[in-house]
């Protein structure tokens, strides 16, 4: 079986974004011969090939066929979201004595950094080999007052898979002032490869919650999951409680949620496992975050044309964003998401696949 650093990665032409730049699709693989596939628009991961507990190879990420596809969806699929991943109330914050005012594109509120969040713009992209694996290297750099938030910023995302069948995603960025940075993947999973998520199994390593308001922000309170349709402390189906008389799950549609992950100390922690019953596909979700939000597809209506055709309907996927906690910069009470010159930004997550027999 031959050692990741003999396998290549390959790059192709993927179209132009809307200013002409040129888009280019990377393609990689381990000595396992599991896939993936990232291109520089939005460093956004498009296609992610794991076995199945028959051996076959399946894809198990949401995304489109072409470039055209992906700047016709509002989605967000597989792309890296920046400078705020979430929602930040009334897209205002303070900082140093001084009010910042957002571009607001979530009714009154911002959403993922923005009208032209880091998921639009065309990333530097060069493949890169580590003691991890394999992999692709995107760097960006973010001038001061894009999207209005203050200082100059230069983000790099590493992505590396290893033979182990990890997808290993490494953030660090460093900024010229200080400014509120919350980085996060937001790939769409279904393990099953088609249909929705709702018989997918769930473990969330978290005993509590940040309940949301009807704009889905945090209200700033901390809920204990127990007897919550919230307590994935035991593997649960998605579908399970998901239509439950609760008003947390009305006022999303479903899960839309970000959890307060348990932690023992610094380095990653198991923030989620998953399990796909008919296939045996599994993943588990590693990080340093302390928060992950769990998002089940609820906007999803058929609009948006994915690969080979199919129509992602309601519940076509779930993500899983690893997370500082959303509006953080107006919650003193939460971990501080504020980078400060001189510090470096490091975040690390772990996407683990396997099979479960």
Known sequence: MPHTQDLLVTRTPF????????VELFSF????GTQCAVMSYGAAIVSLQVRD???SLGDVVLGCDSLAGYLA???????VIGRYANRIRHGRFSLDGRTYQLATNAGSHALHGGIRGFDKVVWRAEPYQSRWGVGLVCEHTSPDGEESYPGGLRVTVAYALTDSDELVVDYSAEASAPTPLNLTQHSYFNLAGGGDVLGHEVLIDAEAFTPIDAALIPTGEIRPVDGT????????ALGARINSEDPQLAFAGGYDHNFVLRRSGPGDHRAASVREPVTGRTLDVFTTEP?????TGNFLNGSIIGKGGQR?????????????YPDSPNRPEFPS????PGQEYRSRTIFRFGVAH
């Open 229 to 236: 349709p919230f307590d994935f402390r035991k593997r649960t």
């Open 312 to 324: 992602y309907g309601h519940r076509a996927g779930f993500c899983l964003e690893t997370q500082h």
């Open 53 to 55: 507990r028959s051996g």
């Open 15 to 22: 179209g132009s974004a809307p200013d002409g730049t040129a």
């Open 337 to 340: 998401t504020i980078l400060q």
């Open 73 to 79: 969806q509002p989605a967000y699929l597989g792309a």
């Open 29 to 32: 693989a381990n000595a396992r």
């Open 291 to 295: 928060g992950m939000q769990l998002y």
